[in-house]
């Protein structure tokens, strides 16, 4: 098995997601943790490795798979985070119980203070208490199951519990119609304004980082450093599966917006989006969404991913304006189980939890230091 067999076989899995491909293992190789590939086949077994060729002696048919990134804590003890993994048909509780099984004991053996799991997993769609919200029971009956067994929510969300999800499969005027008539007029807007777009190429990289740190200062984010974003998207553009398109708006050859689009086994995501204060009453991220949404249709994806929305849904919670965006595209909010996680060590899990806030806090102030003297401010 190498790295191409490990996408082509977690694409075929239920819920594939970028984040756990082996190209994502790399980038957060690069960055302190180690990349471990864990499979489980129809016949009993299961096994994990940190070279993912070890796996190559698996004939039965794989049911299940997680990346698993392992990084060191308090100098002699493990933790243990799966972004956006186990892939699996989590609804087949034997399975589920299986995975679950194999992986709390090997937390528990390898001295983990804590196993995290992302999960995927839809608990509902449509905002709480509208009309049209609509619970997955299936959703529900794992997150009992997480909880019955020890498992706690995280209280570090490190990817989006919710999301928006645009409908592809739709015909292109299909798509337009269930926008939101200031959306589809914006769109016409950044056209009629002179608005252009183009595909980036590696050339524009340090621009489109110095734009998203631009972005960054002025919306009151934090962001990492140019060798990180550089890391992950030289990474994803020189794959052809998953892969990663930069999309630039100019007006009169000038940059002034852009966003990286991710694809992967059918499904489109927005991840980074950036834009410069010039030129903004001409609405260049409108026109850049659909035509995010126009490229990923054309290489085959369903659904257009577009990265976040509140936990809270009302002007209280910090995503509120930019889900405001997001909903004018016509989507639908996709609510997930989120990260639990599994604390064989008790004590440490406790001590981790109480120290990595101000350790995250730290780390956001050196990012809102570096994003400034990224624009020589």
């Known amino acids: 098995m190498n790295s191409n067999s490990w996408n082509q076989i977690i694409s075929n899995l239920p819920g594939p997601h970028f984040l756990q491909t082996y190209e994502w ?35 039965s ?9 392992k990084r060191t804590a308090f100098r002699r003890f493990s933790i243990f985070y799966a972004p956006k993994g186990p892939l699996m048909d989590w609804s087949n509780e034997s399975l589920r119980a299986r995975v679950l099984d194999d992986l709390q004991s090997f937390a528990e053996k390898q001295g983990a203070i804590f196993l995290k799991l992302d999960l995927d997993v839809v608990l ?23 909880k019955r067994r020890g498992w706690v929510e995280s209280s570090d969300q490190i990817q989006f519990k919710n999301t928006v999800i645009v409908d592809l499969s739709a015909t292109e005027e299909d798509i337009l119609m269930r926008m939101k008539q200031k959306t ?4 016409r807007l950044a056209e009629r304004k002179g608005v252009s777009l183009r595909v980036g190429k590696l050339a524009d990289l340090a621009m489109l980082y110095r734009m998203y740190a631009e972005t960054s200062v ?13 890391t992950v998207w030289k990474m994803f553009m020189q794959s052809s599966e ?20 991710f694809i992967f086994a059918g499904r489109g995501y927005y991840v980074y989006g950036m834009s410069r204060e010039k030129h903004r009453e001409k609405m260049p991220t409108y026109l850049l969404q659909w035509a995010a949404m126009r490229h990923a249709k054309a290489r085959g994806c369903l659904t257009y991913d577009l990265w976040g929305a ?26 997930t189980l989120g990260a639990y996680d599994f604390a064989p060590r008790k004590f440490w899990y406790s001590m981790y939890s109480d120290v990595m806030p101000r350790v995250l806090d730290f780390m956001r102030s050196r990012g809102r230091q570096r994003a400034k003297q990224a624009l020589g401010a």
């Open 25 to 59: 293992g790399q980038v957060k190789a690069k960055y302190g943790w180690d990349p471990n590939y864990a499979v489980w086949t129809e016949d009993g077994k299961w096994k994990v490795e940190s070279n993912v060729e070890a796996l190559s002696t698996f004939h």
């Open 61 to 69: 048919p794989i049911v299940a798979t997680a990346l698993v990134l």
């Open 124 to 146: 509902g769609r449509g905002v709480p208490l509208s009309v049209g919200e609509v619970t997955e029971n299936s959703g529900q009956a794992v997150m009992s199951d997480l």
């Open 184 to 187: 589809r007029y914006n769109i």
């Open 218 to 230: 002025r919306d009151g984010f934090v962001i990492r450093d140019e060798e990180y974003y550089m």
């Open 242 to 261: 998953p892969a990663v398109v930069p999309l630039i708006a100019e007006v009169d050859g000038e940059p002034i917006a852009g966003l990286f689009l």
């Open 310 to 335: 509140p936990d809270v849904f009302d002007e209280s919670d910090p995503l509120w304006g930019v889900y405001r965006f997001k909903e004018g595209l016509g989507g639908e909010v996709v609510r």
